[in-house]
């Protein structure tokens, strides 16, 4: 008799760390706490590492939904948290000015919404 691979449900760990994160973001959200490290850090390990690895259990399985949705969401976690954080450190390459931004901070919106419509509209 060959030996049968065992593996437990991954879901409940995927699920837990979706609630979880999902609950603590939006208490944020509603103005019960700020963003700080509590919240920054469960979406870095249980929104986002714990989720990765219950997707990839997933895949272990053969469960392509809940290797999609697991691993979605975690990645999603990640980049939120890090986006977070580096919008946080303002570092010089993270400053970046569009192409149009001169001394006339609007000189390029001003062209745009002020004589296009009136261009349209005199003829």
Known sequence: MADKEILSNPAPLGLMGFGMTTVLLNMHNAGLYALGSMILSMGIF???LAQIFAGLLEYRKGNTF???AFC???LFWLS???TNRLRACRSTWLSYEP????????RYLD???GVAP??????
Do not use: A, R
């Open 80 to 82: 939120f948290v890090l």
């Open 99 to 106: 192409w149009y931004y001169h001394k006339n901070k609007f």
């Open 46 to 48: 249980y929104g986002g």
């Open 66 to 68: 809940g290797t999609t």
């Open 111 to 113: 062209i745009t919404v």
């Open 72 to 74: 979605s969401y975690g």
């Open 118 to 123: 009136k261009l349209i509209v005199d003829g």
